[in-house]
């Protein structure tokens, strides 16, 4: 079973416009993740959550980590055909080294 | 740095055939991770390792071998490939001894068909 579940699993946004990708994890959070993927590529690292109610930014990509409901969502403002690709978010969710991942979403941005 | 490398990109093999998936890294991390990609469930952890001479097995282990003789290489072994196995193989490496901690680099993958 996915203990990781991301959404929506895929989006198609206008340039310029904004969106949100959530993941929601069926047990505790001990650190999220947040990778993207280009087709035939491997992962980037985009941020790392650790505490409730964390946020961070990086350029126009701003993810929060929700402890209480164990959810994180990634926000990206005036979408670019840069942000196109697959975000897979991935979490420590017993301290046991052992890291799960959510099926991904994939975003086509729209010139 | 080169960061974390595979080898090979491609890999095409017969039912019952056995191969080594290379991975290395040269960023001198101790935390050493396989992981197969299939559409629709993410990434899955196959091995682990913690450091040289240490490794454990992940959520997706059975079919899969792996040894860890020095910190910057973590090869896994098909013993005898399925087409079960056809996937996307990503090794990842990291500083610390938990992912939590520290962030993972991934290598390229490698895409491999079982027939």
């Known amino acids: 079973s996915q203990e990781l579940e991301q959404s929506p699993q895929s989006l198609i946004v206008q340039e310029g416009k904004n969106l949100t990708i959530n993941c929601t994890s069926s047990?505790?959070?001990?650190?999220l993740y947040w990778y993207k993927q280009k087709y035939g590529e491997g992962l980037i690292f985009l941020m790392m959550?650790?505490?409730?109610?964390e946020e961070k930014s990086h350029g126009k990509i701003t993810a929060k980590l929700d402890e209480k409901k164990q959810q994180s969502s990634l926000h990206i403002t005036a979408s670019q055909p840069s942000h196109a690709g697959i975000y897979l978010c991935?979490?420590?969710?017993?301290?046991?080294?052992?890291?799960?991942f959510g099926a991904g979403t994939t975003v086509t941005v729209r010139a | 740095n080169a960061g974390v490398t595979q080898t090979p990109k491609f890999q095409v093999l017969k039912t019952g055939q056995s191969m080594t998936l290379q991975c290395a890294q040269d960023?001198?991390?101790?935390?050493m991770s396989w992981y197969r990609q299939d559409p629709g469930m993410g990434l899955r952890l196959i091995h682990y390792?913690?450091?040289?001479?240490?490794?454990d097995q992940g959520e997706v282990p059975n079919g899969y071998n792996v040894s860890r003789s020095t910190t910057e290489d973590f090869p896994l072994r098909l013993l005898s490939a399925a087409p079960s196995q056809t996937s996307v193989y990503f090794c990842?490496?990291?500083?610390?001894?938990?992912?939590?901690?520290?962030?993972?680099?991934f290598g390229p993958g490698t895409r491999l068909t079982v027939l």
């Open positions: 960023m001198n991390h101790e935390y």
């Open positions: 991935g979490a420590d969710r017993a301290n046991d080294y052992k890291l799960s």
């Open positions: 990842a490496s990291s500083y610390s001894q938990g992912p939590y901690t520290d962030t993972q680099y």
């Open positions: 047990k505790t959070l001990y650190g």
């Open positions: 390792s913690v450091g040289a001479g240490i490794t």
């Open positions: 959550l650790q505490k409730g109610g």
